[in-house]
T-cell receptor, first 114, second 112 residues
Framework: EAQVTQNPRYLITVTGKKLTVTCSQN?????MSWYRQDPGLGLRQIYY???????DKGDVPEGYKVSRKEKRNFPLILESPSPNQTSLYFC?????????????FGPGTRLTVL | KQEVTQIPAALSVPEGENLVLNCSFT??????LQWFRQDPGKGLTSLLLIQSSQREQTSGRLNASLDKSSGRSTLYIAASQPGDSATYLCAVQAGTASKLTFGTGTRLQVTL
């Protein structure tokens, strides 16, 4: 089954404790991205990647890191989480033909930083 | 900067009604527009994708239209059912980064 998976689905952590949210897709997509969803603000892009070893900042990259060492994986790293990073996070992927393709979303990771 | 607005923010209708959800965007230079459904605590399910060169797309009881020049899209749901209750999001895709810019959604409740 074609899908985007994220782990963990739920995470409660404390300020300053480094964490990684994994994202994996099995559709051989070139393009992957991370979004966060907050009440009243909608979904906002954090980082995106157009292919292996190619990443760039989205609208709200502060406090986050990403890497793209393999085509199927695009982990999101919070080196020193803070309470304002409490949010619902989504990973998405699509094939890349200049932006005309449907994006597929993972199930989401609900993160709480105390 | 692209901005996407969805009206109304919430809508409650009795089962069986036809309804229209609205989406407007400020910059018409888009690749496509997608409508998504989000159930509480769940991920996003893609409903319809309209390319910038298209005027509408249909899937079952859903029909989405796009008027790129005026910056508007509508999602028409025919014969609504309680199972249609969810938040509906529209998003436009544009720019070299292929970023999706989302509206804040319309929360739909279909009552028996």
């Amino acid at each position: 089954e074609a899908q985007v998976t994220q782990n963990p689905r739920y995470l409660i952590t404390v300020t300053g404790k480094k964490l990684t949210v994994t994202c994996s897709q099995n559709m051989n997509h070139e393009y992957m991205s991370w979004y966060r969803q907050d009440p009243g603000l909608g979904l906002r892009q954090i980082y995106y990647s157009m292919n292996v070893e190619v990443t760039d900042k989205g609208d709200v990259p502060e406090g986050y890191k990403v890497s793209r060492k393999e085509k199927r994986n695009f982990p999101l790293i919070l080196e020193s989480p803070s309470p304002n990073q409490t949010s619902l996070y989504f990973c998405a992927s699509s094939s890349w033909t200049g932006g005309y393709n449907e994006q597929f979303f993972g199930p989401g990771t609900r993160l709480t930083v105390l | 900067k692209q901005e996407v607005t969805q009206i109304p923010a919430a809508l409650s209708v009795p089962e069986g009604e036809n309804l229209v959800l609205n989406c407007s965007f400020t910059d018409s230079a888009i690749y496509n527009l997608q409508w998504f459904r989000q159930d509480p605590g769940k991920g996003l399910t893609s409903l319809l994708l309209i390319q910038s060169s298209q005027r509408e797309q249909t899937s079952g009881r859903l029909n989405a239209s796009l008027d790129k020049s005026s910056g508007r899209s509508t999602l028409y749901i025919a014969a609504s059912q309680p199972g249609d209750s969810a938040t509906y999001l529209c998003a436009v895709q544009a720019g070299t980064a292929s970023k999706l810019t989302f509206g804040t959604g319309t929360r739909l409740q279909v009552t028996l």
